[in-house]
């Protein structure tokens, strides 16, 4: 099970600190990733990280301002959101994919938090 928390209203250029919690099952044996979904649109990539934490990838978008992190003794991963834009908002979701090491791929995630939602203000 995951459970993504953290989200919030933040202005634009502010920052937040998603993390998210892993329990019942092995998660630390996995690459980890953030998506986001916005009203109306496709779910995207957003950052994913390798089993060990050493490596990590990230679009264009959000390349620069968003960090993903992860403890595995503490099954958390984290997504820290730097330079925020109106176009951020959406719910974001954290995800374990199949593979250790990091993708981008949806279809290679198999497990699924439930979201928290992110509102960026102009």
């Known amino acids: 099970q995951l459970q993504a928390f953290g989200g919030g209203l933040v202005q634009a250029g502010g920052s937040l600190r998603l993390s998210c919690a892993a329990s019942g099952r092995t998660f630390s044996n996995y690459a980890m990733g953030w998506f986001r979904q916005a009203p109306g649109k496709e779910r995207e990539f957003v950052a994913t990280?390798?089993?060990?934490?050493?490596?990590?990838y990230y679009p264009d978008s959000v390349l620069g301002r968003f960090t993903i992190s992860r403890d595995n003794a503490k099954n958390t991963v984290y997504l820290q959101m730097n330079s925020l834009k109106p176009e951020d908002t959406a719910v974001y979701y954290c995800?374990?994919?199949?593979?250790?090491?990091?993708?981008?791929?949806?279809?290679?995630?198999?497990?699924w938090g439930q979201g928290t939602l992110v509102t960026v203000s102009s």
């Open positions: 990280i390798n089993w060990r934490g050493g490596s990590t």
């Open positions: 995800a374990r994919s199949t593979r250790v090491t990091p993708t981008w791929r949806r279809e290679l995630y198999d497990y």
